[in-house]
């Protein structure tokens, strides 16, 4: 097993020792042999004859241990210096700063990093991508750039509509699975426009809301470099930036867990200048014209969370109900 995927298996793995803690290794899985523990760019082995047979590839091509997805997708943008930060705009949104010296915080994920004795701090959101989505399926899938170009045509602050991202619960920084996705501000003059635009920006308020923690409880972030396939929609990108107050780095690849990993190999094999693999193709500058309506915003959503908690609790609390008497059909998550 890499490092990274050990040092998320809390307790079982130490950060500072980069090894498994023996006590809590036995009582919780004592009956099975301990992984050897490899950095993700290792080479482990090669392709055996039985591999090869199963996956058609040749034998004896170099085998390293790899990562999870999100940090292949880290090594493939380069964002690999101490300081750097990936912003992954994917289903949900997912943050992974590398720390410039070990840090922890209570709301944040510690975890190793991909290089060896490097360190992590990680955040997610619980929706992003799936909640556009579910949007355009409510709307009988519009074409998406269209539907993105009309939310761009609608003032910063949509109107005064506020989204609530939570329509699957809420990760950082609230951690509340019972959280709900509210809208405020509704009118009979709001259409699918405003609406998507004020699901972009509350989805960069929470963005915001992350990049907050890291700052204030343990370094600020220095390069942000998106990831994703949402990153195709300019609007988003720049909304990140504007409510967030922050450049952003866009690569020409911006898709790519397999990228990284491909990555990962060439490095570990082969002497190969990494400089084509994450050249960057825009950078995306926060615009100083909507700083202040974006200040007013990110304190308006923060607070109206914090107002409607309780009812959002007895919300999900009635919807568990409806689900015990039998109403699941109407309640589970429409597939894609």
Known sequence: MDHHTASQSDPLYDLDSADWVPDWYSRIAGHLQPPRLAWPADPIGTVTPQASETTGLPVGIPVCAGPVDAWAEVWGAGVRNPGD????????????????????????????????????????????????????????????????????????????????????GERTPIFDADARGTITGLTL????????????????????????????????????VAVGGSTTSELWVQLVSDL????????????????????MVAQAVHDVD???????????????????VYEELSADFTELYSLNREIMHRSAQRQRQAESDGETDRLSVPKP
Not at 89 to 114: E, I, M, R
Not at 189 to 218: K, N, S, W
């Open 244 to 263: 967030t107050g922050r450049t952003q780095e866009v690569p020409e690849q911006t898709i790519g867990a397999a990228y990284g990993d491909a990555l």
């Open 85 to 168: 930060t990936m912003l992954q705009y994917g289903s949900t949104f997912f943050v992974v700063h590398n720390l410039k010296a070990p840090s922890s915080h209570a709301q944040l994920w510690s975890t190793a990093g991909v290089a060896p004795g490097s360190r992590c701090l990680a955040a997610g959101t619980a929706t992003s991508g799936s909640l556009t989505t579910w949007w355009r399926r409510l709307w009988g899938n519009p074409d998406f750039s269209a539907l993105a170009d009309s939310a761009a045509d609608v003032p910063p602050g949509s109107r005064g509509l506020i989204v609530l991202p939570y329509f699957a």
């Open 274 to 292: 990494t400089t084509p693999w994450t050249a960057i193709e825009r950078m995306v500058e926060p615009q100083e014209k909507n700083r202040q």
């Open 189 to 224: 003059a709001h259409g699918a426009p405003e609406l998507f635009r004020a699901t972009y920006e509350g989805i960069a308020c929470g963005v915001r809301q992350i990049l907050e923690l890291l700052e204030d409880g343990a370094e600020r972030p220095g390069r942000l």
